[in-house]
């Protein structure tokens, strides 16, 4: 068939080679690969378009990265993807629960997992969503970086929020997502708030919920329910997550901490200590601070959740019969 001799023969596997496998159609006919050829392979099924306008040059199924590109250069058009330096100049970005999952969080599902791709576009854009592809226009485009073989996704920042105002097919444990981003990912609390705040989010009980607790130190959901149980009792307020100096020797970082009773609270998951190496560590963590004085007490989700009082109970009589090791000898935040 004519212009057939300008194009290397098709590839018959799913495996992506340099991001060429998932064109457009602008950018084979740039080539010279004339629209009936197009057109005509993709009717016969040596290749595929999965999207107006993308065209996927076998006849497989999908990879994941192939239906992420797709995607970007549905909504994208014939802007090119990449650019030097390891950002992009394109105005699509990948956001909300298919960039977390770039970012490899655990709280999202896996990147093979995420059935609707959501794309950020501009405001301006031309395209509707489809099935499998999700569009969300916004005038706060920001600046994307490129990941998985040069993917452009939003910001970390970004992504989540997204990801937290729902919609669409994926669904998010927000307070799950928050948590990690700030106790895993490293990101500034105040940061974090004012993303979501640009996001319209903020206000939700949830949401602000988790924002009071990182903000207060508070790691994890876990940690937040038990922050929960601990305040709303007669207990003295503990600080929370907070590093302890022992004569000016890193000592520990408990879960909550009554500085003037010695006292220390661990909640204990099977996420954090399921691997041995884990539980093996928190033993040794435990007998260290036992054997200097200190009052150490392990509760699980379950307790908080299904028997608070004897969690509570327990404390109270740790601090009751406190005080415990050599509180002088401790500094807060050393």
Request: glycine letters at 8%; hydrophobic letters at 40%; aromatic letters at 4%.
């Amino acid at each position: 068939m004519t212009g057939e001799r300008h194009l290397a023969p098709a590839r018959t596997d799913a495996r992506p080679r340099r991001g060429h496998d998932v064109v457009t159609r602008a950018q084979l006919r740039a080539q010279g690969v004339p629209q009936r050829t197009i057109t005509h392979r993709c009717h016969t099924g040596v290749w595929q378009s999965p999207l107006p306008g993308v065209v996927v040059l076998h006849s497989g199924p999908l990879t994941w990265r192939q239906r992420y590109r797709a995607a970007l250069l549905y909504a994208d058009g014939r802007r090119s993807l990449s650019t030097s330096a390891g950002r992009t100049s394109g105005d699509a970005s990948l956001t909300g629960v298919a960039a977390l999952a770039l970012y490899r969080l655990r709280s999202v599902p896996p990147p093979d997992a995420v059935r609707e791709v959501d794309v950020l576009v501009p405001e301006r854009c031309g395209v509707a969503s489809r099935d499998g592809v999700r569009l969300r226009r916004t005038q706060r485009m920001p600046r994307a970086l490129l990941l998985e073989g040069r993917l452009p996704v939003a910001p970390l920042r970004r992504a989540a929020a997204d990801a937290v105002r729902g919609g669409g097919e994926h669904s998010v444990d927000a307070p799950a997502v928050l948590h990690e981003l700030v106790q895993t990912k490293r990101v500034a609390p105040d940061r974090l708030a004012g993303e979501l705040q640009a996001a319209g989010v903020s206000w939700r009980t949830d949401v602000a919920a988790v924002l009071r607790d990182v903000g207060e130190g508070v790691r994890s959901p876990v940690e937040g329910l038990a922050r929960c149980v601990v305040l709303r009792s007669d207990l003295p307020r503990p600080l929370w997550n907070l590093r302890l100096t022992l004569d000016a020797d890193f000592l520990a970082v408990p879960d909550a901490y009554w500085p003037r009773h010695g006292v220390m609270l661990e909640v204990d998951s099977k996420e954090h200590h399921w691997a041995v190496a884990d539980w093996e560590a928190t033993m040794a963590r435990h007998n260290r601070l036992t054997a200097l004085g200190f009052r150490v007490l392990h509760a699980s989700p379950r307790q908080f959740r299904d028997r608070p009082a004897g969690v509570l109970a327990a404390v109270r009589t740790a601090l009751g019969t406190g005080p415990h090791g050599p509180l002088e000898r401790v500094r807060v935040g050393g």
